[in-house]
């Protein structure tokens, strides 16, 4: 793997001068014809201590523009980044479509420091850089160039240039105990940087590893490294995309859906007491979401005029209100619209101790955007994995997750469709499009059932919920949740 | 002040309901006409313990469309909230132009108990409530219909409310230990928020005391003032708005920028050298920031050509990447151009122990904002105010402020842009409007310096560069944010 990386290659003075002209010219010019596309960049410098990492990040920026580009490195996790998903970070300073950011110090590097020192096994460090591959490969498909670029120095390299850093005031404090520390196990970090760098160079993404002996050398190979993943990424841009075409499956005669009783209902006395005892478990449950460090969400899904506002009610009505937030989905913003789909909702993760409610959520990807062809099959189809690899994630750093589909017959939301046209401040809640949208109530049962199929999992389940009595519905989903807090806490 | 709200106001159910069927449809349409506008919605709900702040502000969202309407409330503040300005946390949840939100427990929380508890003075607390003026008027100058509502209750009835709930399984526990405590202070708090509440109703925003002890009152009352705010700016959003002139004030004969001596210079080697101890004290420096519970923000501002960039290359390049953005400041995006023209810049503040460096700043607003009519003036004009608000927030919760303006003459500026025209990879830093701003010179020079005059303050200072000379400028630039991190670390 690194063999070919401590050659000693290095560029002399008189040759670099003409070839960085030429190169930076090139890079502004490919930076700023991506800007009009709907790429965004991202560079991950990964590499030995003393590679000279940060160094590269800010001189790839002073070449290019930096209005549209920014270095993140990244530290210690805040509390609140402690208090989320592992990736949020990188979520969060994920750059928009058309920008682009050098990351120092990846989601590359935890997984390889535990293993280096045995904190942990095999298995498990395999598995983390599994998942590395899955957002790599979802950013890519994203529209993401992503170039990985690994520095890297023989050990005998790597001490000289640690001593020469020390020996400098300017850059002494660069060189810490545990950089000496890591350098001691150089053999044991080299043979699982090389496992790592194998398993995560795919096709999508692949890793360049440089010598970064040299300076001149590093920096320039770096930067034409990128200039051709840019120049690759606007070949690709000119070609056309075909629009996306509708997805209007069948719905099976017979199905989870079909098969539910909605004939069942409470009477009005019988729901108010269940009802208030459910909202007190869920009262009380929720409060102790914070000493047990885990999260709450839940996310309703249904057709028009299922009943998800009036469960969504009941249900907030019962949690602390500081700790909890509903998110509505409605149409993207123009920065959601311009990174990957599942951003925003990302960006309303729950911090632990708190609840975040999501009136419809991310499987719109495989109802509403595949029925109505908001996006290409391939980007629906590869969503089930996607979602599912999202929930698993949640589900790994402390959150509960629910899921509930609110099912009613397609003659009780005619009814509901037509007393929302009589009641006038229920107008609002009609619309054409709710109109046209039954005239496809085949085409999203299918889609559905399709999804209730492929992302039912035991951290992540789905509640189907028989929504035609509105009473049943909402007590339903209020021992579900209880139930579920009840187990996971 | 409360005694129009302890007389016993009721709605009887009868009249209830066509009253609310009434009020429901017109906030829905006054809801949706008001997101066609650049406006947004805020609530404040505030009011004693158990006159059910959070019980009206969902009720609100249930009467309104969800979609377009958030509740957020305040708990304790997460760690990065209590690492950066206490108004950050309402900043970050500023709903965009066209949306709304209803907030419990805003910045008058904090003022009112530590004042009723006696941990402040006065003074304190009257400051405290000035900050909270200034940030009202802000906002309501920014497209904001601000509507505040405070709910009361007669000792009696907070009294009798609690012992309510607590009989209740499923409210009991909002009933807490400290809640028993405040109300055992009433009168004093009583006094406290009759102090605050008549301080705070301002022309612009003023307050509504309505008496919660009926809850079908205290709705109707809320809605129903709500409404009318509503139909006031949807009547105000019709009139045509004129377009903003841009303002060409003419250059004073003498001012400290042309007192500044330009010729100021240091040659190759007295810069190396110099450079050289000025990066070692800022890396040394600012590795404080952490351990002293501070943050760091430069800001550069300066003609085109100035050399900013060249100067922050030099800056950052001592500061820990891991602890460093750099935001170059162009365009805004459309969430941010949906927000006050500052919540771009409160999006991008550092923790403590970390540093940002903003290439150009929020002191566009009265320089290229204003010369070139991309606000009116009445809004550049109050932003002097504002900037100042702005950074005295920064400085108080920890922020170490340094703004740096560099200064080039005219000739210098046409030398260096005829040279970024020669040099390929320069020449996409200049483009038709560099020339264009070179027209209107003057007008620049005179907006910075009433900006000089308007806004140094001893908490955030400007420090005048002369950067004819690049050299020169940087070893300045870097000495002073030494020198000033020295002084208050």
């Not at 990244?74 to 950011?101: F, I, K, M, N, Q």
């Not at 490969?137 to 993401?144: A, F, Q």
């Not at 907030?316 to 989905?329: G, L, P, T």
Request: glycine letters at 6%; a positive charge.
């Amino acid at each position: 793997m690194f063999e070919s990386a401590e050659i000693g290659r290095t560029v002399g003075k008189k040759e670099y001068e003409p070839r960085l002209e030429r190169l930076r010219t090139d890079l502004l010019k490919a930076q700023h014809a991506l800007a009009l596309t709907r790429f965004r960049l991202l560079v991950l410098v990964g590499g030995v201590e003393g590679g000279g990492k940060t160094e590269l990040a800010r001189t790839l920026v002073d070449w290019m523009d930096a209005r549209g580009l920014q270095v993140e490195a990244y530290g210690d996790s805040s509390d609140e980044e402690a208090e989320r998903p592992e990736y949020w970070r990188y979520w969060r300073t994920l750059p928009a479509s058309g920008r682009g950011a050098i990351l120092v110090g990846t989601w590359y590097t935890r997984p390889i420091v535990a293993r280096a020192l045995k904190e942990t096994g095999q298995g498990a460090c395999d598995a983390a850089l599994d998942r590395a591959i899955a957002f790599e490969t979802m950013l890519t498909r994203e529209g993401t160039v992503l170039v990985k670029l690994w520095l890297h120095l023989s050990r005998k390299e790597q001490k000289k240039r640690f001593k020469e850093l020390e020996a400098d005031p300017v850059t002494a404090w660069r060189v810490s105990k545990r950089d000496w520390e890591y350098a001691r196990r150089y053999d044991r970090f080299r043979k699982v940087c090389a496992r790592a760098i194998a398993r995560t160079s795919t096709a999508d993404a692949p890793w360049t590893v440089i010598e970064a002996t040299d300076r001149r050398y590093r920096d320039l190979t770096a930067g034409e490294t990128l200039l051709a993943a840019l120049n690759d990424a606007l070949a690709r841009a000119k070609k056309p995309v075909p629009a996306p075409v509708p997805d209007r499956p069948k719905a099976p005669r017979v199905s989870v859906l079909t098969r539910l009783d909605l004939t069942r209902a409470l009477d009005k006395r019988d729901y108010e007491k269940k009802l208030a005892k459910q909202e007190a478990r869920v009262a009380l449950l929720t409060r102790d979401l914070r000493r047990k460090r885990r999260a709450l969400i839940c996310g309703f899904e249904g057709v028009d005029a299922a009943g998800k506002g009036g469960a969504i009610r009941r249900l907030i009505s019962a949690i602390d209100a500081r700790n909890c937030r509903v998110m509505s989905v409605a149409a993207p913003t123009d920065e959601e619209r311009a990174h990957p789909y599942l951003w925003r909702f990302w960006r309303q993760l729950p911090r632990l101790g708190h609840a975040t409610i999501y009136d419809r959520t991310w499987y719109g990807r495989v109802l509403v955007e595949r029925v109505e062809g908001f996006c290409a099959a391939a980007d629906w189809r590869r969503a089930y994995n996607e979602l599912d690899a999202f929930e698993e994630e949640l589900s790994e750093s402390g959150v509960i997750v629910c899921k509930f589909w609110l099912q009613i017959s397609a003659d009780e939301q005619l009814k509901r469709f037509k007393d929302r046209v009589q009641t006038p401040f229920k107008q609002y809640k009609i619309t054409e499009e709710d109109w046209r949208n039954r005239g496809k109530w085949e085409a999203y049962q299918a889609a559905a059932v399709e999804m209730l199929d492929k992302t039912g999992t035991p951290y992540a389940p789905w509640t189907l919920v028989e929504a035609q009595d509105k009473h049943w519905a909402r007590v339903k989903v209020l021992k579900t949740v209880a139930d579920r807090l009840e187990k996971e806490l």
